[in-house]
């Protein structure tokens, strides 16, 4: 399925610091590794995730021997050895990384107080930039986050980037994490959130691509034994709203990544209601393709001037 539909693969947690470097001195490369030799085997794009985050960073990483917090400039070294590792490993071979992951606070709109926040400052982002740079100068540098289509949140974001530009550091584009549902956001925040992050002169890449066909405020489990076919027909037309958006875009937008492949392996299924039956992706439990798969197939043949039938 990968190889027929899928030009470009991301791993969900192989290269996470908690996956790749669980202990001081100590890396594990064995699922990285077999990810990067299949996408070669393949001549599929590959794309790092995630350099710097503050969720799946072991403890260990921000204190010293004795338990303390480390200073600024021994997490500071600690972040530069980790980059230039994972990154120097891959040099060459990964086409680019989300460096800095979900570093805005969903709440103020400011810099999320994390442990490299509170440590570093303010410019352990910037660092993180830098240090990517120098592993791999030729490698794409990407900042990503969700709920960019909240304006105030949007904003912050847009600031951030701009201040890296503006210090002269890389940023090659910003990646819209697509953890959507089948209400929202709108076409308009969609594109309002694509014109912004694109006027700083930077890509725009649409991330973690999963369409929930419950609505945020809905925790129920109501489609256990199977979606209504009304459902599926609305979800696919989500989709479809979303790929014409995609494609009246396609001049900033270089990637879609969908978050999994199939229903049965997505990460839905447990977020926010865990073990909840959901069916965001466009292949179904058993790998068949959905009514939302023929519905971005349509709208990307009638883009591009094509009669191809929906469902063939």
């Known amino acids: 399925m990968i190889r027929k539909h899928f030009n470009s693969v991301t791993p969900e947690n192989s290269m996470k610091w908690e996956s790749v470097h669980p202990s001081p001195g100590r890396y594990i490369f064995r699922d990285a590794d077999a990810l990067m030799e299949y996408a070669e085997k ?3 794009v590959v794309i790092g995730h995630t350099l710097i985050w503050h969720q799946q960073t072991p403890d260990w990483v921000f204190k010293d021997e004795a338990g303390n917090d480390l200073t600024r400039e021994a997490l500071l070294e600690r972040m530069r050895e980790h980059i230039h590792t994972v990154v120097g490993r891959y040099k060459g071979r990964v086409h680019g990384w989300d460096v800095v992951n979900e570093a805005i606070d969903d709440t103020n709109g400011g810099l999320r107080n994390s442990p490299w926040r509170r440590i570093i400052g303010d410019d352990y982002i ?29 904003e912050a974001i847009y600031n951030l980037v701009k201040s890296l530009l503006d210090k002269g550091i890389r ?25 912004r992050f694109a006027s700083l002169g930077v890509k725009v890449n649409i991330t973690e691509l ?22 599926a027909a609305r979800h696919a037309a989500r989709y479809a709203m979303m790929f014409r958006v995609f494609l009246d875009y396609s001049d900033v937008i270089d990637r879609v990544t969908f978050w999994g492949i199939t229903d049965a392996n997505s990460w839905r299924n447990y977020y926010p209601v865990s073990r909840r039956t959901d069916y965001p992706l466009l292949f179904d439990r058993q790998g068949q393709p959905k009514a939302a798969f023929w519905a971005v197939v349509g709208t ?13």
Not at 126 to 131: G, S, V, Y
Not at 176 to 188: K, L, V
Not at 211 to 231: C, H, I, M, Q
């Open 210 to 231: 999963d369409v929930s066909v419950f609505p945020w405020t809905d925790r129920s489990d109501r489609y256990a034994s199977g979606l209504p076919d009304e459902v």
């Open 171 to 195: 940023v090659d584009a910003i990646g819209m994490q697509g953890h959507w549902d089948i209400q929202s956001p709108s076409e308009q925040d969609i594109r309002a959130t694509i014109e």
């Open 300 to 312: 990307v043949s009638e883009y591009a001037g094509e009669t191809q039938p929906i469902g063939e």
């Open 126 to 154: 910037e660092w993180a930039f830098r240090f990517a740079h120098e592993a791999d100068p030729n490698a794409e540098l990407y900042y990503n986050d969700y709920g960019t289509t909240n304006p105030k949140k949007r």
């Open 42 to 44: 393949n001549g599929i």
